[in-house]
């Protein structure tokens, strides 16, 4: 294997339905493969074989050479803590209301634990191909400068921020009244709160060395990762989408390539309408020729500025929930060929 | 809706920012002042509203709307300036900064900060109406309970006693209401299902209105039984998401407004516009 399909675009454009077709179709040419997901559609997950929430790799019952794992976040960081820093900070850590509000508001947190488990799963070298259906981020290529992110956060720039310099010792930072800063924020939340966080900050801080190290393992994958950006034809994600393209070459390969989904025929731009059709069919085939015309300029647009292989997925009325539908998406675009080879 | 305040949320690429600016423009169509507030995400709200960017201060960006972005530094430095009392001139820089750090690790605080740059504005009387484009259903739990887990929090002190006032006028229904904005589809009904639930469960807010995004009209004929034609396919297509809409529509606990699928419209704007027309109608 290469390195990992990392399938990203903004929320709602179908990256879990994108992700789960690309496994299916790896894992009937042959491959072992492995979807990492995080909050598939009901009806998604029974077709991938994830009946119940499994956090760790399941075969498909049907389609043996088919794996999944659900990415659950909080689980995640239990594990990062307990990986990281010595026993008795770690407990602490685990049981801490601070470390759970960092874990759960951090922006890069969701990213940075689906990255952890996506390198974690690459180690055991089990699987030939591995997919990852990014968590939504709050723009931009978030999963991929998540370690470094977290890595600063915890390294320091907290207490730097919290006085104003160097990394204090445990004594200096509780020295409160010698800072006027930090009195007045004191007085401001009044209580023992600057004192908790300091003690959180410090047991926070034992992990730095273990997730420095993993980060620079998380970055390494990345660089030998393939992207893929899905959007639909809509103002948003395509801005979302044309981001990749302008962000991703600073840590990685640029995108191989862009999935349009809810792809309208072209065909329907131009086509006749026989003398017989009645007023309501007539008028419904207008409005979708144009929504159709619409899509087809967004594309050439994106194609003509970023130079990109665009493959389009057809707009169907359910989204595909059985292993046939989810192969037959990608099955004549080529997408997978690409990837693969 | 006859709140001051309304909390746009919803899945995230459901329209959220384009219902927004709609229901901003729609009021001031009927005379009212209002602000429109991006309160995390700012590039949607501008770009319905027609603007680069929405700097921190409110500035007019179209008759009768006016709009802000918060930004988190300046929003903490009025925060603090008000928490703390300190006037205008005075530095504020270092105190800013580990208040930052704090409340980066402590649950509640940045929340307050962002929810309370929207309930100050509310509280000035300035405006009409307040439409905030508020984070997406799942960030928004903890901008709602963030005064509440604040004052959990800290047991004494100023960031508490600020607390009680923003839980009144977020609690208070004639004031303030959710707008919940979906689609008919299973991920976001599903999602506003559930956040219908614990909003409700935990009463700190109360909801103005779930407005479902682009629904198709019916047909109006019998899908042909030739789909291989374009005339054929795009019933069937239309027809198909149809049913699948009407069934997710039926699964939400409650219904209000439906606007309409928007056919080759392509500006930001143009839609922001022809929304605001439809809730003009509804």
Redesign the interface.
């Known amino acids: 294997m290469t390195g990992p399909i990392l399938v990203t675009g903004?929320?709602?454009?179908g990256k879990t339905t994108v992700s789960a077709a690309l496994g299916v179709a790896a894992a009937q040419a042959g491959y072992q493969t492995l979807v990492l997901t995080v909050?598939p559609?009901?009806?998604l997950a029974t077709a991938l074989g994830l009946d119940e929430l499994h956090n760790t790799p399941t075969a498909n019952k049907t389609l043996p050479t088919l794996w999944a794992a659900m990415l659950d976040s909080e689980a995640s960081w239990d594990q990062i803590a307990r990986s990281h820093a010595p026993p008795d900070a770690a407990d602490r850590l685990v049981n801490s209301?601070?470390f759970?509000?960092?874990t759960?508001?951090?922006p890069a947190s969701q990213s940075y634990a689906a990255a952890e488990a996506m390198a974690q799963y690459l180690d055991e070298r089990r699987w030939d191909v591995i997919i990852v259906d990014t968590p939504?981020a709050?723009?931009g290529i978030e999963f991929f400068t998540a370690p470094t992110e977290l890595t600063n956060?915890v390294g320091g720039r907290?207490?730097?921020?919290?006085?104003?310099g160097a990394i204090p010792g445990r004594r200096e930072l509780f020295n409160v009244a010698a800072?006027?800063?930090?009195r007045?924020?004191d007085?401001?939340?009044?209580?023992d709160?600057?004192e908790r966080?300091g003690a959180?900050?410090f047991d926070l801080r034992t992990t730095y060395d273990g997730l420095r190290t993993r980060s620079q393992e998380i970055e390494k994958y990345f660089r030998k990762s393939t992207t893929i950006v899905v959007t639909t034809s809509d103002?948003?994600?395509v801005?979302e989408a044309a981001r990749f393209f302008k962000e991703l070459p600073q840590v990685a390969r640029p995108p191989a390539a862009v999935v349009f989904n809810r792809t309208?025929?072209t065909?329907?731009e131009k086509?006749e309408?026989?003398a017989n059709?009645?007023r309501?069919?007539?008028r419904?085939?207008a409005?979708?020729?144009?929504?159709a015309?619409?899509q087809e300029?967004v594309r050439d647009e994106f194609a003509a500025r970023y130079r990109t292989k665009i493959v389009s997925i057809g707009?169907?009325?359910?989204?595909p929930t059985d292993l046939e539908s989810l192969a037959a998406l990608i099955d004549e675009t080529g997408l997978l060929t690409d990837l693969i080879d | 809706m006859h709140q001051q305040l309304l909390l746009v949320t919803g899945k995230g690429g459901v329209g959220k920012s384009a219902v927004s600016a709609a229901l901003a423009i729609e009021a001031a169509r009927r005379g009212q002042k209002v602000l429109a507030i991006g309160m995390v995400e700012k590039r949607g709200l501008a770009a319905h509203l027609g603007v680069e960017s929405l700097s921190y201060d409110a500035t007019e960006v179209r008759p009768g709307v006016f709009a802000l972005g918060i930004e988190r530094p300046a929003a903490l430095d009025e925060y603090l300036r008000i928490v703390l009392r300190v006037p205008k001139l005075s530095r504020i820089g270092p105190v800013a900064r580990a208040f930052d750090a704090l409340a980066s690790a402590a649950p509640g605080i940045r929340e307050t900060v962002t929810m309370g740059k929207v309930l100050f504005e509310t509280r000035t009387n300035n405006w009409d109406l307040v439409v905030a484009d508020a984070p997406p259903s799942g960030a928004i739990g903890s901008h709602i309970r963030a005064p509440k887990t604040v004052a959990e929090l800290v047991g004494a002190g100023k960031v508490r006693e600020q607390t009680r006032w923003m839980e009144d006028l977020m609690g208070d229904r004639a004031r303030t209401g959710l707008v919940m904005v979906t689609l008919a589809e299973e991920l976001p009904t599903v999602e506003t299902a559930e956040t219908l639930k614990w909003i409700s469960e935990e009463g700190l807010i109360g909801v103005a209105e779930v407005i479902t995004n682009r629904i198709l009209e019916p047909l109006g004929a019998r899908i042909p039984t030739d789909l291989s034609t374009p005339i054929g396919a795009a019933a069937a297509l239309h027809g198909g998401i149809f049913q699948e809409q009407q069934r997710w529509l039926a699964e939400l606990p409650d219904r209000g407004r439906e606007l309409p699928y928007l056919f080759g419209v392509t500006g930001p704007v143009e839609v922001a516009e022809r929304i605001a027309d439809e809730l003009e109608q509804r």
């Open positions: 903004a929320g709602g454009v909050d559609a009901k009806r209301e601070f759970h509000a960092i759960r508001h951090f939504p709050s723009g956060l907290l207490f730097r921020w919290l006085t104003g800072r006027p800063a930090l007045i924020v007085i401001a939340l009044g209580s709160l600057l966080v959180f900050l103002p948003a994600p801005t309208l025929p065909a329907w086509a309408i026989p059709t009645t309501p069919l007539a419904n085939l409005l979708w020729a144009r929504e015309r619409r300029t707009w169907q009325p359910t989204a």
